[in-house]
């Protein structure tokens, strides 16, 4: 069981006041807050390990390239990746996508190709498909949903028979917080030959994910929303289909041998995919967030943040003309709602002078909102660091917005 106030005292910035209240911090689904050992890594590093990484023979260069590759395999070790190679550091999950898009989609995709999406992505696995169709003149097609927020099984089967080859989904709602069975329909999807991409920045924060289980082709998070540092993310490949990958940004630490005469070879795995000099404080503070999170205990984390949204649902569900969006039966924490004859923006507006933090608006899912028929939701969503009493205070913090709002 999660200590609550071990974890808490953990995170100095849940000591600040907001707006003369105790600051209610619920938006860890858009980024989370930093406990010390993630803070206290990259400062240390700034401080005493500081140099540009795989460049210099000297001392310094060394230990700091150690530590950015230790990191490496500590990301490989969590999401239980075959190999270390498979791990290519990213500016964040945004950038990942882009990187397969730009990498593998240009390469692979022809004029007519399917690539299959669903209704709850994140524009971040949205748009980058979009560029990608418009520019090879390939075609997007949605996997629609349920009422309850859930992928609709018999569209998705459907769908496949249109031999998308792609098929890129969530592992986990960001706006809903619905938990995907990826295993099942990765299964389905690479049985009639599809590449499979999986965006699991909702997942990775709240429970464990095994990449060789899973077998997908990709696998992408960010560094922030896993209680590490902003910048920085993950693209996870698989090795041979990392290998036929051209690479996507050129320039330095990228490359084998550059000659302006005879061309340029470029290097191997992982680096091929990480031109320039990367985000070496932010990749080794991901490393320390990562142990950090499995040092409390992947299944503890999300058992209490399933029990913080439960929690939550009993008590908003009183809110008079309250409805939930996103009521999948496998759910996170993240709680999603609007209110009769209430802008959610207003709902959020009133209560950040209460010192609580929520998100309001489309959550960068204007599709799914559109399907709703809604401008957005509230959404509050949960970390490790919160309480039952944080609870108590949305829910009551709501009740006193509706009222004045009515
Ligand atoms: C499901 C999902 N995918 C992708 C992203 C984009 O992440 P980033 O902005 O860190 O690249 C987010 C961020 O909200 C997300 O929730």
Redesign the pocket.
Known sequence: MLNPAHIRSQFPILNREMNGCPLIYLDH??SAQKPVAVIEAQREYLMHLHANVHRGVHSLSQQATDAFEKARETVRRHLNAAHVEEIIWTA????A?NLVSQSWGRTQIQAGDVILLTRME?H??IVPWQLLAEERQARIEVVEINENGELNEADFQEKLKLNPKLVAL?H???AMGTINDVKRWTDAAQAIGARVLI?G??AVPHMEVDVMALDCDFYVF?G??TYGPTGI?VLYGKKELLESMPPWRGGGEMIDVVSLEKGTTYAGLPHKFEAGTPHISGAIALGVALDWMSGVGLQSIGDHETTLGAQARHLLAKVDGLRFIGTAEKKTGVVSFIVDGVHPYDIGTLLDPMGIAVRTGH??NQPLMEHYGIPGTVRASFGAYNTLQEVDALSAGVERAVRMLR
């Open positions: 689904a858009a964040g999950a945004t950038d996508i994140h971040a696995n969530s986990v709602s960001n965006d920045c909702q960010s922030h929303k993310g959550h960068c």
